[in-house]
């Protein structure tokens, strides 16, 4: 290790990005929050209006502390770590799958600004790198559409019509996809890209997000 990288580690030092307490560089977590990720359940399953998703936690807890971390403080170096685990789950869940592409859940263009940066694709790219498939851009929000959390179900189906459209039918149409989310709750964000996407015929598409509000685990599994 150089001496400039131990300087940054004493100055700007790595933290479990699920309690927050400094850990070591190379960890994905500190000890305690290590031992409840080996202890937790299978991967999730859900559905996305009928496309099938996996999710490595419940979105409650330190996760959810997490995932907010993330998105309102910049705590975008959590990304690589978490990826390291749902990496492994999508391994599990589509063993026989050979995805062509990585994609994400785009931002509209306006909420990209405000915020900077797009968490669904930054760690799409983290996953890209850490399975061997690469990311592609694959669609455009053109409609700015109020936060799905803030609506009740028969909203949130309405919110978004015609909110995405498709940059390249061409490098859709025939292959194996996988499209990368932070959260899924009911399923119609990842559900409304997967038909939009669906439009330009591909092979398959998949699905697979961090947590999934929606879930229902016993507490134990909840870290």
Same mark, same amino acid.
């Given at each position: 290790?150089?001496?400039?990288?131990?300087?940054?580690?004493?100055?700007?030092?790595?933290?479990?990005?699920?309690?927050?307490?400094?850990? $070591?560089?190379?960890?994905?977590?500190?000890?305690?929050?290590?031992?409840?990720? $080996?202890?937790?359940?299978?991967?999730?399953?859900?559905?996305?209006?009928?496309?099938?998703?996996?999710?490595?936690?419940?979105?409650?807890?330190?996760?959810?502390?997490?995932?907010?971390?993330?998105?309102?403080?910049?705590?975008?170096?959590?990304?690589?770590?978490?990826?390291?685990?749902?990496?492994?789950?999508? *391994?599990?869940?589509?063993?026989?799958? *050979?995805?062509?592409?990585?994609?994400?859940?785009?931002?509209?263009?306006?909420?990209?600004?405000?915020?900077?940066?797009?968490?669904?694709?930054?760690?799409?790219?983290?996953?890209?790198?850490?399975?061997?498939?690469?990311?592609?851009?694959?669609?455009?929000?053109?409609?700015?559409?109020?936060?799905?959390?803030?609506?009740?179900?028969?909203?949130?189906?309405?919110?978004?019509?015609?909110?995405?459209?498709?940059?390249?039918?061409?490098?859709?149409?025939?292959?194996?996809?996988?499209?990368?989310?932070?959260?899924?709750?009911?399923?119609?964000?990842?559900?409304?890209?997967?038909?939009?996407?669906?439009?330009?015929?591909?092979?398959?598409?998949?699905?697979?997000?961090?947590?999934?509000?929606?879930?229902?685990?016993? *507490?134990?599994?909840?870290?």
């Amino acid at each position: 290790m150089s001496f400039f990288y131990q300087l940054v580690c004493v100055l700007f030092p790595e933290h479990c990005p699920y309690c927050g307490c400094i850990i $070591d560089p190379e960890q994905i977590a500190c000890e305690k929050c290590r031992q409840k990720l $080996d202890k937790r359940q299978k991967p999730i399953i859900r559905g996305a209006s009928g496309f099938r998703c996996v999710s490595s936690f419940v979105y409650d807890g330190s996760v959810r502390r997490m995932i907010l971390r993330i998105k309102y403080h910049e705590r975008v170096q959590y990304l690589p770590q978490v990826a390291q685990i749902l990496a492994k789950d999508i *391994r599990t869940t589509y063993p026989d799958c *050979r995805f062509d592409c990585l994609t994400s859940v785009p931002m509209h263009k306006k909420d990209l600004f405000k915020r900077g940066f797009n968490q669904a694709e930054l760690l799409a790219k983290e996953l890209s790198k850490l399975l061997d498939i690469p990311y592609e851009e694959t669609l455009v929000k053109v409609k700015r559409t109020k936060k799905q959390h803030t609506l009740n179900y028969a909203k949130r189906k309405n919110n978004l019509n015609g909110a995405f459209n498709i940059i390249d039918k061409e490098r859709i149409t025939g292959k194996n996809i996988l499209i990368i989310d932070d959260i899924i709750t009911s399923g119609i964000t990842l559900g409304t890209c997967c038909k939009v996407l669906n439009r330009a015929k591909p092979r398959l598409l998949c699905c697979a997000t961090i947590a999934n509000a929606n879930a229902r685990l016993p *507490r134990s599994a909840i870290i």
